[in-house]
């Protein structure tokens, strides 16, 4: 019985761990390449979600909305960047800082004017509906898996994209060296807003996902962005390897945290104490966590070779 | 003979006295308690700027600060009003003083310990971890039910302070003007010692400060535990003006609002977060009259200033600063 509820656990982890590195990717990528901090990549991930949410709700069909969502974020992405922006490469990661929280401001009060205070709710669609059994006894939802399944192929996708394309040779080109390709003739204004947009695309894709397990409210973003920090910290900023495994780390250790703590703290202290400061502490382990890592390796596991 | 900003920053100082003064005369204590959270913000950014405007570390981590002096406020009273002993056997109180050392000690510590691991990075990584840690102390106070948790914890009557009614709205908003002004006292002192020249050298070249000889971790971390303390000490009068304490007062958003607050008003410029805070407090009042969309105008606004006015209000009537 614990066994299989442990392993439950870990797939909730893992499935947290893969909707961080979409989010995680995108804000590493950007900065990667443009060196730019953006805050507002939890914005994206609610304007995906609330793509999804509204598209299927007119439709009726989860997988428009799950399209809707990425055209919709992409979208987003590509207009703030052609307008907010491209005036920020230059300038210092403060007002980085300071613009895009200002656009955090903007997206949220925009959608509660476009939607309204409450949330919205996505249904699973009907072919990922149900359970499979798990060794043990237990079940595990179908759609949780998918969305596993779904983040490993982006992962993959993501992979085969930087490595194997003309346009993933632009990119690791832009992060080695944003002089030199803008002097070989590539056109690094449009590259930039292609990885912009494709940042948001993959935003949008995690809010979408995860529209369907959460409500879909202003503000969803905003813990899913700070976890991604972490993630990205952990993992060295600028490296996708680093994020895929930072992102891993972060959801597992949160995620058996929550689960293994409190059941720890029983061993010690009365269970009414222990549900409390195991809890207290579980939701302190990951930045723990980062702190250790970072009192080792400053610049994260998989520093990249500038910033 | 007076600079042209020193002159601005004495009209500042006088606007903010004079305009609870009228307000009260008038019977109107609403605009006393607003000009109070004006004093209340401009000395919690005034502490950030030492770190942000003087040293260039830019955290994003500040509310941790503000809220831990909030919650040492909230915490500190609940306890004296109850009799119940804090720790160790020692009791609460409600004597104001009590609790601003409590703050500024225990702020400092906090500072201390986040400063220490934060500075061994810099640049993006320091503001995404000064961020990261300040979640981990929000996330903490959500969890933790003791004092309140989520819902946060009221403080039935606003502390004492000898000789002072605080729960007039009028005596409360003076303690809070006269802390403001010692502590931008405290900050143009920083400025101008050797500690101060040393920490501006820091943000300038961190190789020349090396090569003098001087550890620039060390004077970093020393900024960073100060501007944690000052930032404390307003979290704690904070708690006091609303007689309410949550874990928003810890949420990013208040980390994101001090920085704006500094940008408002002009980056270490010495009146910046006064000028800062009340833009900030009047755009928050006459926006929020106007329309309940005003965060959408406010982040537009500031979206403007960012990108088209850098020096903000004290560049645009006190014009550049003089040295950056």
Request: a positive charge.
């Amino acid at each position: 019985m614990t066994v299989a509820l442990a392993l439950e656990q870990l797939l909730n982890g893992l499935q947290l761990g893969v909707m961080l590195f979409l989010m995680a990717a995108g804000l590493t990528l950007i900065f990667g390449v443009m060196g730019l901090i953006n805050l507002a990549h939890g914005s994206l991930y609610m304007v995906g979600a609330f793509a999804c949410a509204a598209t299927a709700a007119w439709t009726g069909s989860f997988w428009i909305g799950l399209v809707a969502s990425l055209i919709a974020a992409a979208a987003a992405g590509a207009i703030v960047e052609l307008v907010v922006i491209r005036r920020l490469y230059d300038r210092d990661h403060l007002d980085q800082v300071l613009a895009t929280f200002a656009l955090i401001l903007m997206f949220s009060e925009g959608m509660r004017w476009l939607f309204g205070s409450f949330p919205l709710y996505l249904d699973i669609p009907p072919l990922l509906q149900g359970a499979v059994p798990l060794p043990g006894g237990t079940e595990y939802p179908v759609y949780r898996l998918a969305i596993i399944a779904a983040g490993t192929l982006v992962a993959f996708g993501l992979y085969l994209l930087i490595s194997g394309t003309r346009l993933g040779m632009r990119i690791r080109a832009g992060e080695s060296d944003r002089e030199m390709i803008g002097a070989l003739g590539v056109d690094i204004r449009t590259l930039y807003t292609v990885v912009f947009a494709l940042g948001a695309a993959l935003a949008g894709f995690a809010g979408a996902m995860v529209g369907a397990i959460q409500s879909v409210q202003v503000g969803m973003g905003e813990p899913v962005l700070i976890l991604a920090f972490v993630v990205i910290v952990i993992g060295g900023i600028g490296s996708i390897k680093g994020a895929l495994l930072g992102a891993l780390l972060v959801g597992v250790t949160d995620t058996m945290g929550r689960f293994l703590l409190p059941k720890l703290m029983a061993l010690f202290v009365p269970p009414a104490q222990a549900g409390m400061i195991g809890g207290a502490a579980a939701s302190m382990l990951i930045y723990i966590v980062m702190a250790v890592i970072l009192a080792v390796k400053p610049r994260g596991l998989f520093p990249a070779a500038h910033a | 003979m007076l600079s042209r900003e020193n002159l601005v920053n004495l009209v500042l100082a006088a606007a903010l006295l004079a305009v609870p003064l009228a307000a009260n005369a008038l019977g109107q204590p609403f605009y006393v308690t607003l000009a109070t959270r004006i004093a209340i913000l401009a000395l919690a950014a005034t502490g950030l700027n030492l770190a942000l405007g003087l040293g260039g570390l830019v955290s994003f981590g500040h509310a941790a600060f503000f809220g831990i002096g909030g919650y040492a406020a909230g915490i500190l009273a609940t306890h004296g009003f109850s009799g119940d002993p804090l720790i160790f056997g020692l009791p609460g109180t409600n004597q104001m003083w009590v609790i601003w050392i409590v703050a500024v000690v225990v702020a400092g510590l906090v500072g201390l310990a986040i400063g220490a691991i934060s500075l061994r990075t810099s640049g993006v990584y320091f503001i995404m971890i000064t961020l990261a840690f300040a979640q981990m102390v929000y996330y903490f106070a959500v969890s933790w039910p003791a004092y309140g948790g989520e819902d946060g914890l009221s403080i039935l009557v606003r502390n004492q302070f000898p000789g002072v009614m605080t729960m007039r709205p009028l005596s409360f908003f003076l303690i809070c003007y006269v802390i403001l002004l010692i502590g931008i006292g405290l900050f143009a002192l920083i400025r101008a010692s050797r500690f101060g020249s040393a920490l501006q050298a820091a943000r300038q070249n961190e190789v020349r400060v090396a090569t003098v000889g001087i550890e620039p971790y060390r004077i970093r971390l020393t900024g960073f535990v100060i501007s944690a303390m000052m930032t404390g000490l307003a979290g704690a009068l904070f708690a006091d003006l609303n007689r309410f304490v949550s874990p928003s007062m810890l949420s990013w958003h208040m980390s994101g609002e001090l920085i704006v607050l500094i940008i408002l008003g002009g980056t270490g410029r010495l009146f910046g977060p006064l000028a800062g805070a009340a833009l900030y407090v009047a755009f928050e009042y006459a926006l929020g009259g106007l329309t309940e969309r005003w965060q959408f105008f406010l982040g537009l606004i500031l979206l403007v200033v960012v990108l088209f006015a850098r020096g903000g209000l004290l560049g645009l009537l006190a014009g550049k600063a003089r040295h950056g």
